[in-house]
T-cell receptor, first 117, second 117 residues
Framework: AQSVTQLDSHVSVSEGTPVLLRCNYS??????LFWYVQHPNKGLQLLLK??????LVKGINGFEAEFKKSETSFHLTKPSAHMSDAAEYFC???????????????FGQGTELSVKP | GAGVSQSPSNKVTEKGKDVELRCDPI?????LYWYRQSLGQGLEFLIY????????KSGLPSDRFSAERTGGSVSTLTIQRTQQEDSAVYLC???????????????FGPGTRLTVL
């Protein structure tokens, strides 16, 4: 069974400082991993995804994530936070592409990011 | 092109009533998913459609929940005899299918917020 654990329910940073949102996963397969963002009263937006290509994945809005198999981690980072980054972030795991398992997404519990001026 | 659309955006109902939630996926997306986002349970998978068939219904919480998809496009999620614990945001997502398996990127609709009084 697949699962994902977000290690922090809430992270607070100052504008212009680095962001680190931590995620560990568990999977029997070589998983596909994603980060989604949800702004207040908005839908889920895909930030980036890892699907067994390069281990360092670049996403939108300056976010990056590094897949570390030895640590079963997929932490999300950004060098410099912006006020508009304040939102809830979800780490997500699914079966690998081409799998016949249906590709359902398994979500972490979410990390709420606050950005102080 | 148009994204995933859902209706209604908000639904308030009384305990014991039946409700229908609608999802219109991106044109050409054969795979369709329903998820539920609630305060207590986070984001959880409900059901997956490929075309008009549902190979994975494992997330439906009880037999009060059912879903159908017709014409390989629009899907309806029906909740019978609603309970207060059904209050949540119901999200729909769709994706392409390649070689019989869903692609890894799912596109989410804005959700339907269901409140059961």
């Amino acid at each position: 069974a697949q699962s994902v654990t977000q290690l922090d329910s809430h992270v607070s940073v100052s504008e212009g400082t680095p962001v680190l949102l931590r995620c560990n996963y568990s999977s029997s397969y070589s998983p596909s991993l994603f980060w989604y963002v949800q702004h207040p009263n908005k839908g889920l937006q895909l930030l980036l995804k890892y699907t067994s290509a390069a281990t360092l994945v670049k996403g939108i809005n300056g976010f990056e994530a590094e897949f570390k198999k030895s640590e079963t981690s997929f932490h999300l980072t950004k060098p410099s936070a912006h006020m508009s980054d304040a939102a809830e972030y979800f780490c997500v795991v699914s079966d690998p592409p081409g799998s016949n398992q249906g590709g359902k997404l398994i979500f972490g519990q979410g990390t709420e990011l606050s950005v102080k001026p | 092109g148009a994204g995933v659309s859902q209706s209604p955006s908000n639904k308030v109902t009384e305990k014991g009533k039946d409700v229908e939630l609608r999802c219109d996926p991106i044109s050409g997306h054969t795979a369709l998913y329903w998820y539920r986002q609630s305060l207590g349970q986070g984001l959880e998978f409900l059901i997956y459609f490929q075309g008009n068939s549902a190979p994975d219904k494992s997330g439906l919480p009880s037999d009060r929940f059912s879903a159908e998809r017709t014409g390989g496009s629009v899907s309806t999620l029906t909740i019978q005899r609603t309970q207060q614990e059904d209050s949540a945001v119901y999200l729909c997502a769709s994706s392409l299918v390649w070689g019989g398996a869903p692609a890894d990127t799912q596109y989410f609709g804005p959700g339907t917020r269901l409140t059961v009084l």
